[in-house]
Each structure stands twice: as structure tokens, then as C-alpha cells.
């Protein structure tokens, strides 16, 4: 079932077509809310925005692509609760943590990847909010820049110049080590 179908399914009533959606999107979801400062409540964070995404279908754009749309309500949820914890949104990037599926070969490649990694995490958690979430939702979530600017309630030509900033700053940081 692709989702507009899902979505026509389930504002008619049909609980298992959104269930289909919401199985389809919960990894993502979780993923953008971590990655854009949610960190330990990102669970929380995702069942909000599902449940308020349910709430408010029928004002879902039909013809419009439904992970944006989700993506963008996630993006709120993690905006509202950073801003409820007063203060400014904070990366809790798990990256550096997970596993390569394929490590290197030798121990000391192993090292220097990992050192790579970390310079470039604590790079981008240095970055202004704004560039910050466009460089995640563009390379850790691997969004069009259209999407990006869907999500993140942006022009397009916002997406670009704050990716496009937010990369000359990171080669500049991890550049200089």
C-alpha cells in the first residue's frame, strides 16, 4: 500500500492503514528528532508528532509527499521541547557510537576513522541552529533540499545558503586539526 492510499484508508476510519505509516516512518521520525536535539526523548518526541499527524490528516495536502510532512511536524515536536527545556537545541548525535557495518582493517584505521568522526560531530553540533538543521536533514538524513525546506517551514533558497554556509564552516573546523 503506497501512502496516499494509506492516507485515504486511514482518514475513512481505517486504524491498520495508518499503522502502515506510521510502521514505514518510525525510523526516520525517530532518527530526525535525535539528530535535531531530542537526544534521551526522541520516543517521546515521535509518538507526540504521530499522534498529532493522525489528529490533523485531514489537512494533509493530498498529491504531497507524507514524509515531509510527518518530518516537518517531528521537527516542531523536537523545536517545542528544546525550547521547553529553555534552552537551544543541542545534536545528540549517536553516530559516532553505532557500529560500521564493515570496520577497518587494522586498529589504527579503526582509530583515525573514529577520531575523524568525532572532530566532524562536534563540528556540526558547533554550528548555528539553523545551518545545523540543514546539514542534518541534508547528509544525516539524506532529504532533497525541496523536503529540507518542507521540514524545516524554509524557502528553498534558505535550505541552500545555510547548507551552503554551513559547509564552508565545517570544512574550515575540520580543515584546521
Known sequence: ?????????????DLDAYEVLVTRYSAVAHRTASLLGAADEAEDVVQEAFVKAFRHLKGFRRGSS?????????????HD???????????A??????????GPEDPQSA??????RSRLLEAVRA??????????????????????????????GTVKSRTFRA????????GRE
Open 1 to 13: 500500500m503506497d501512502d496516499d492510499e494509506a492516507v485515504t484508508r486511514a482518514l475513512a476510519g
Open 66 to 78: 507524507f514524509r515531509p510532512w510527518l518530518l516537518r511536524i517531528v521537527a516542531n515536536e523536537t
Open 81 to 91: 521541547l528544546t525550547r521547553s527545556r529553555g534552552r537551544r537545541s543541542d545534536l
Open 93 to 102: 548525535l549517536r553516530l559516532g557510537r553505532e557500529r560500521e557495518p564493515y
Open 111 to 116: 582509530a583515525v576513522d573514529a577520531d575523524g
Open 127 to 156: 554550528l548555528p541552529h539553523g545551518e545545523r538543521e540543514a546539514v542534518v536533514c541534508r547528509y544525516f538524513l539524506q532529504l532533497s533540499e525541496a523536503e529540507t525546506a518542507e521540514v524545516l517551514g524554509v524557502r528553498l
Open 167 to 174: 559547509l564552508r564552516r565545517l570544512r574550515e573546523e575540520v
